[in-house]
């Protein structure tokens, strides 16, 4: 294709383009740190002026306005910075009585009255815990993310807090990964759907209202391609990946109006994101124009020590300030080392000005300063019984099942007896999997178990239990018993995976197989030779080549939250028919990762007759499980396959592409129709398939109905070596289905 660069370039942006490379090094020009953004971004990074923050900052002293960039984790910390009224916010502490009770030390104890803010990590459910992140990408649907963002708000915001880090938007390929589980998967589409669908059920069109929180983009940026599956670790990534498979999520969300952005602890090509004025500065408050404030992660800047950036802590701080992170989250390098590094001139007394302004105009869209109490009387303690059932209706709708033969699902609910075999079969907390349990009263509503919802879904069956291992450990004296309990009943549903701890922060695993001796588990249950099904909770995806071969259905649960063993029962039995989808794809064993179905191609595709492409000698190309793979109770058929154009402009150019979707089952059912494009040729090697739209829809038994996507030049588009946006006549290949693997195809020409 020949070259054609977009208007969205850099210098439209406010950032030229020798800046784009150059600013990758971030930092400030001082103790061998390189020199800041370039001056056209400085201009364009400014945040908005109110008229009631700049009232507000002209009164303020040096001391408190470097007070209002700390943010401290305990109850005695926040007392002892209000104590010098030297204190901007508090996460971590629940409790309407204690937040009130810090809050009038700062509204009534100190000289301008600034109220703090209240933050915490609302990741799926504050009282009321939703199904993890992850399984809420497997929906398809970002009213599932909505509905938590909505209940989790109203909850949180009654019980005292402000302010969620959430939600997590990093993109990954990497499935080691602990925190995995708390984003949307492999796709950078489908995770700004469910990310925009979230800051906009946490914010509402006003997150000063009562039912609302402020709600946090996290981690900018690129951690999920941390080397290795280790968190923490190093991200080297160039400028077109960065731009086109990690910020796109972020992008949209402050779009969106997101309040806050959060740092990532990774560095970013040899730069750790809290000094990393390119990604800070340059795009996040330049090119994006964000107007919120920037908050770093725990320790983040004292943590530019270790990285290697800055020497000590006056070094962090005058990296971290002027790359571009407004609030220090633990650490105290901003509250000892300003004055010194103002006197130095290593900072200026505009950098924390805006800083200030960024936070101050957050407090006062919150609503802090006419508002600054809550009821204690509204603490939420316990889920409401609407919340429970929202939370059910999202697991239901964010369960996969993987595999089906026989069919042996749905079972009957006329069923004489039930087995439950598995660790995870009378599990409580393990079903809320990673960050649950923080809110007021989440810790003491534990979640219904798999026994007990199959119990309920099948009141006239005998259920019995018998957990056969642990989770982890190689102790096997338990599967007589499991045996035993599955060879009495008629059909056996075996539960396995993770816990809880197994996923999420510092939570990485060197293999991803099924934990300790559960495979044997089931190997053990398939040898009575009664039916059974399997049924997964956890928070990643797993290696499970045994299950896919060997047991009749597999149920991919993922960690439901606190009605989960309902959200189960109602799909094991048919009350709910599964439509969720993968929203990242199964390895067939770990040496494959990173596996993902958005991959480059290489000159040499595998090829099984032709030893010399690329492919493993040992193993089957491919996962074992697509991205968007998914099966149901009832069948469907995609066809018509139409495109309203054979032509789209590259300016203004607008394509509709439609196909048609039937139920050709006995069942009504939900599927997700889902559209992939490919540039075959372009200027920069683009992906095998980029998903660009999706569409869950249900339909009756013998139904059918059109499904349309409208594609327009930024769908084409990508980001090239220097960050500028390029649009490229050519052609464009369509393909749409129900996953990643879909062959209905036709194809249309950029001009």
Known sequence: MSQQVSQETSAADGVNRRSVLAGLAGGVASMGLLAPAASAAESSGRVERDERVEALLKKMTLAEKIGQLQLVGDENAARAALADGRLGGVFSVVGAAKLNALQRLAVEGTRLKIPLIFGLDVIHGYTTNFPIPLAQGASFDPAVAAADATVSAKEARSSGIHWTYAPMMDVTHEPRWGRIAEGYGEDPYLATKLAVAKVRGYQGDDYGKPDRVAACAKHFVAYGGAEGG?????????LQRLHNFYLPPFKASVEAGVATVMASFNTISGVPAHGNGYVLHDVLKGRYRFGGFVVSDYTGIQELILH?????????????????VDMEMVSTNYAEFAQRLLDERRITRDQIDDAVRRILLVKFRLGLFERPYVDEAGEVKAPSPAALAASRQAAGRCMVLLKNDGPVLPLAKSVGSVAVVGPLGAATYDLNGTWAGLGTGAGTTPPVTVVDGIKAAAPGATVTYAAGCTVEGGDT???????????????????????AAMSGEAAARSTIDLPGVQQQLVAAIKETGKPFVVVLVNGRPLTIPYLHD????????WAPGVQGGHAIADVLFGTVNPGGKLPVSFPRAVGQIPIYYNHENTGRPADPANKYTSKYLDLESGPLYEFGHGLSYTTFRVDGLRLSDTRLPSRGGRLQVSVRVANTGSRAGDEVVQLYLR???????QPVRRLRGFQRVTLAAGASTTVSFTLTPDDVGFYDNAAAFRVEPGK?????????????TASFTVT
Not at 477 to 492: K, L, P, Y
Not at 679 to 685: K, L
Not at 732 to 744: F, H, K, N, Q
């Open 477 to 499: 004296s338990g599967f007589a018993a499991a045996q035993q309990a599955a060879r009495a009943a008629d059909v056996t549903v075996v539960v396995v995976g993770e816990t």
């Open 230 to 238: 280790r968190d923490y670790n190093t991200v080297d990534v160039s």
């Open 679 to 685: 540039d075959p040729v372009a200027s920069i090697v």
């Open 732 to 744: 464009i290949e369509v393909y749409v289905g129900t996953s990643a693997a879909a062959t209905l």
């Open 308 to 324: 290697g950036l800055a020497g000590d802590g006056a070094d962090a701080a005058a990296a971290a300030l002027p790359a571009g």
């Open 550 to 557: 060997n047991a009749p259905a597999v149920l991919e649960a």
